[in-house]
């Protein structure tokens, strides 16, 4: 107890003091400074401009340099400063404490740059000749619009810092001898405050034992005593009421901690008084985080503040259907007022309807987009049979024809289906991924030389492009290659015969990026976003076929590898599609 309340009492208040003192010092230490400089900057200035006067028509006339000498001598003495007459080119004229053939050119001192442009300049630093810290103020010597060269003035510092050390010293004492009066007074008043609480803190030490008592722990009629008696009275009923608080506290911790649905209650201001762990992790926040702070601060999304204000409003149950980002979860919101054990209170529960809605979505989407690619083979499929049926079996050649026509749309049908095994089981992690050490170059010239006929017959150049020395990658070759002759395949598909594709690789913070280009037709900006769904074609696509697999199974890939595919194209101009692999 002792220690405690010393600290919060005595300490605070020293801390304070000490503070306040030293930050006086400082300001006062610094205020004084430049006081003393701009004082004597002035002074400086009214010399420098005294100096400039007389010397303006000597150096005008007949620029006699000893009777200069004697002016800057005979000014020096009188104002007690050092006189520097300086010439438009840096060369010193004339100096009052040093002779002007040992000194060297002062074209590109600070203050003398200064006032050489019309203004007064001014500087702090050491002297070269001289060894001292030294303030410099210089001015033009102006005839008429003519200017004829510089009249610089300067003293030294020393002075100004032997004030400022004693004004410290000074100040250091202050503060010592008030520290120790603040540390004295600080004991006094914690000792004085101790007397009384000291009988008061034994008996709550001992209650904390299982002990009680029938007599107050401290007998007097001031506050003390009040607590005494109070503390009293109320020791044995509050501990019944502890060890009943404890019981019903760590059933609904119990309860809380094991659901899954996030549980949040807010009282009557929007402030958040409980949390639960699905709670905290649906909206990655710490239950003492939350606690305290206003729902709009926890949860982030205002159609949960909207459905808490329709239930404060209504003091009726509330539901909603939300998506809360960037978890992309889609949640159901209850809003419950409660009105019998917490006057203003709102229990919000969210349950997680995420794993429902995308089954939900992919199971319709899946038979959407699966119907839609069946329905063309098989209706093309029938009829060319009904073709068949109704007398092309009589014309031979037409029969073979009809049936290549039917042998092609069974082999796209085949390789629809194949690519759908294929997509399956990469999603499903059901297709190992056998990574190992591979050097990009080595990953597109064996992608390349598998597609190179291909684009030869298409009347397309294929290129590569890629440094030498790129660091390896870690991936496995076999996708990687699955990869790269799909994108190749489709920027030959859209790309008009005499086109280029170039298929290249650079290095960007830890990663290798990879790039097929093409010069096709290009893709139209509101399907980009789209171009990597499953079953998705351009209307270009679908007018060259191919079951819109391919790159929907590449995303999969690099994905599985780490890294990103995206894709960038103009009308008319190409397109290029990138992906990233993590070196090595």
Same mark, same amino acid.
């Given at each position: 107890m002792r220690n405690t309340l010393f600290k919060r009492i005595a300490f605070p208040y020293v801390i304070l003091i000490l503070v306040l003192l030293v930050g006086m010092s400082l300001y006062f230490s610094s205020f004084m400074r430049q006081a003393y400089l701009e004082s004597w900057r002035q002074n400086l200035e009214t010399d420098a401009r005294v100096v400039a006067n007389q010397v303006a028509p000597i150096m005008r006339s007949t620029n006699n340099l000893p009777e200069i000498q004697k002016i800057v001598q005979d000014s020096s003495t009188l104002m007690s400063v050092r006189v520097t007459i300086i010439s438009t080119d840096g060369i010193i004229i004339a100096d009052s404490f040093q002779s002007p053939e040992k000194m060297e050119n002062h074209a590109n001192r600070p203050e003398v740059l200064a006032a050489l442009s019309g203004l007064v300049g001014s500087d702090v630093r050491t002297s070269h000749s001289l060894?001292?810290? $030294?303030?410099?103020?210089?001015?033009?010597?102006?005839?008429?619009?003519?200017?004829?060269?510089? @009249?610089?003035?300067?003293?030294?510092?020393?002075?100004?810092?032997?004030?400022?050390?004693?004004?410290?010293?000074?100040?250091?004492?202050?503060?010592? !001898?008030?520290? !120790?009066?603040?540390?004295?007074? @600080?004991?006094? !008043?914690?000792?004085?405050?101790?007397?009384?609480l000291n009988n008061l803190t034994s008996a709550v030490q001992k209650m904390e034992k299982g002990e009680y008592f029938n007599r107050l722990p401290y007998n007097r009629q001031d506050e003390i005593g009040k607590l005494s008696f109070?503390?009293?009275?109320?020791?044995? #009923?509050?501990? =019944?009421?502890?060890?009943?608080?404890k019981i019903e506290r760590s059933t609904l911790n119990a309860v809380l901690a094991h659901m899954t649905d996030a549980i949040i209650i807010i009282d009557g201001e929007g402030i958040v008084q409980l949390s639960n762990l699905s709670a905290e992790r649906m909206f990655n926040v710490n239950k003492e985080d939350a606690f305290g702070r206003s729902m709009v601060e926890v949860l982030r999304h205002h159609q949960l503040v909207d459905l808490w204000k329709e239930c404060q409003e209504t003091r009726k149950q509330k539901t909603t259907t939300i998506e809360i980002m960037p978890n992309k979860l889609f949640v159901q919101g209850i809003a419950?007022? $409660?009105?019998?054990?917490?006057?203003?209170?709102?229990?919000?529960?969210?349950?997680?309807?995420?794993?429902?809605?995308?089954?939900?979505?992919?199971?319709?989407?899946?038979?959407?987009?699966?119907?839609?690619?069946?329905?063309?083979?098989?209706?093309?499929?029938?009829?060319?049979?009904?073709?068949? =049926?109704?007398?092309?079996?009589?014309?031979?050649?037409?029969?073979?024809?009809?049936?290549? #026509? $039917?042998?092609?749309?069974?082999?796209?049908?085949? =390789? $629809?289906?194949?690519?759908?095994?294929?997509?399956?089981? !990469?999603?499903?992690?059901?297709?190992?991924?056998?990574?190992?050490?591979?050097?990009?170059?080595?990953?597109?010239?064996?992608?390349?030389? #598998?597609? =190179?006929?291909?684009?030869q017959r298409s009347g397309l150049t294929l290129t590569t492009n890629y440094p030498e020395d790129l660091p390896s990658v870690l991936a496995d070759p076999d996708r990687i290659g699955q990869v790269f002759v799909n994108l190749v395949h489709n920027a030959i598909k859209f790309?008009?015969?005499?086109?280029n594709i170039v298929v290249s690789a650079y290095p960007e913070r830890g990663r290798i990026v990879f790039k097929v280009a093409d010069t096709g037709v290009g893709i139209e900006p509101e399907a980009l976003q789209r171009i990597f769904e499953r079953f998705y074609k351009t209307d270009r696509a679908r007018s060259s076929g191919g079951t819109g697999l391919g790159l929907s199974i590449a995303k999969h890939i690099i994905e599985g590898h780490g890294g990103r595919i995206w894709v960038e194209s103009e009308i008319g101009l190409g397109s290029s599609f990138y992906f990233t692999l993590p070196t090595g």
């Open positions: 060894g001292q810290n $030294m303030l410099y103020i210089a001015i033009p010597i102006q005839d008429n619009d003519q200017r004829l060269g510089v @009249a610089r003035t300067s003293v030294s510092l020393s002075t100004l810092e032997k004030s400022i050390l004693n004004l410290n010293g000074t100040v250091i004492g202050t503060i010592a !001898i008030t520290a !120790i009066l603040a540390i004295l007074l @600080a004991i006094e !008043i914690t000792r004085y405050t101790l007397e009384p109070s503390f009293l009275q109320l020791a044995n #009923r509050l501990n =019944q009421q502890i060890d009943e608080f419950t007022p $409660m009105e019998d054990v917490f006057p203003g209170g709102v229990l919000l529960v969210l349950q997680d309807l995420t794993r429902l809605r995308k089954l939900e979505k992919v199971r319709s989407d899946f038979v959407s987009n699966v119907s839609h690619e069946l329905r063309t083979p098989l209706a093309s499929i029938k009829a060319l049979t009904e073709t068949l =049926q109704e007398g092309a079996l009589e014309d031979p050649p037409a029969a073979r024809r009809f049936l290549s #026509r $039917m042998e092609v749309e069974i082999d796209n049908l085949t =390789q $629809m289906v194949q690519e759908l095994l294929e997509l399956s089981k !990469i999603e499903s992690g059901r297709v190992p991924l056998r990574r190992k050490f591979a050097l990009p170059g080595e990953l597109i010239e064996k992608a390349v030389e #598998r597609i =190179q006929v291909q684009a790309t008009q015969p005499g086109g």
